[in-house]
């Protein structure tokens, strides 16, 4: 589905906790309205709006550019010739990556920190509101709260109450990229995320996505644009994947009656890393 019902209209949906993941209007409102329109002259070849005009133009607002935009979509879709070897029902194709597997006796401990975590935290834990999950809560490695300001000080509280917990996910990360594991400037511990197609833009480079519970292997992957027509199903199911936040992401679908819980690294300081590719093949030994 391509969502046709609210054309014209600047976005849909005030976060992308609100979106539904599986339209594509969801999908592309992460980009902003310049990188809309250039994917509709450079990447589509429309260079003019039915009355002449230029998509560049600064009076055609966004609502006008996404309404093209998904009808183009949706025109490329229909034709026959198109052959997709996997369609995510957008008209993309999708691609399947998967991270590298955690030694079993880590993940065993992970699982079992965050299922003790968030059965003694009070429900609805969200520090992350704009983002659909049960319980988010973010952890800020020491090189960060250096500083002597009050929200250090609450920072530093924090990480000193979750010690173990940050220890076991460095251990973690330690495990499949130890460079990367001297770099990442903060963890986000999720319970149940959803969907929620967002772009991290405060992140200097790529993260990496580990998830453990008892959600279906081949579900609850996240889900990357690759480019205008290929998306990413990537696995991090008792696995850790890098992907770059810079580009829409999200979390596919795995059920309501399991439980998916994660940890995401990622770094918001230091020198920033060209963007892309949108997924990485993680480092070996």
């Not at 250039?38 to 009076?59: C, I, N």
């Not at 250096?146 to 460095?170: G, I, P, R, V």
Request: proline share 5%.
């Amino acid at each position: 589905p391509t969502d046709l019902s609210m054309v014209n209209e600047d976005r849909v949906g005030a976060s992308p906790a609100v979106r539904d993941a599986k339209l594509l209007r969801s999908q592309l409102e992460p980009w902003s309205t310049m990188a809309l329109r250039r994917r509709l002259v450079a990447d589509f070849g429309e260079e003019l709006t039915g009355d002449g005009r230029s998509w560049a133009d600064a009076d055609v607002l966004r609502g006008h550019v996404m309404d093209r935009l998904l009808s183009v979509y949706q025109e490329e879709a229909n034709k026959k010739d198109i052959q997709i070897c996997a369609d995510d029902n957008n008209g993309r194709a999708v691609v399947h990556a998967s991270g590298v597997l955690v030694e079993e006796s880590i993940r065993d401990r992970v699982l079992h920190e965050l299922k003790k975590l968030w059965a003694t935290s009070p429900t609805g834990s969200r520090e992350r509101p704009s983002i659909c999950a049960e319980n988010y809560m973010i952890l800020c490695s020491p090189s960060m709260l250096e500083s002597k300001s009050q929200k250090a000080a609450k920072a530093a509280m924090k990480l000193k109450n979750y010690q173990a917990l940050w220890d076991l996910a460095f251990e973690a990360m330690n495990s499949v990229d130890p460079v990367f594991a001297s770099q990442y400037t903060a963890v986000a511990v999720t319970h149940n995320f959803v969907g929620s197609p967002h772009i991290d833009k405060q992140n200097t480079g790529p993260f990496y996505g580990f998830a453990v519970g008892d959600f279906e292997e081949g579900t609850g992957n996240i889900m990357v644009e690759c480019s205008c027509r290929v998306v990413a199903a990537v696995n991090t199911k008792n696995r850790m994947a890098k992907v770059d936040g810079r580009f829409p992401h999200w979390v596919g679908g795995y059920g309501s009656e399991v439980d998916r819980y994660s940890l995401i690294y990622y770094r918001t300081e230091g020198e920033v890393d060209p963007i892309g590719p949108a997924v990485f093949e993680v480092p070996c030994g």
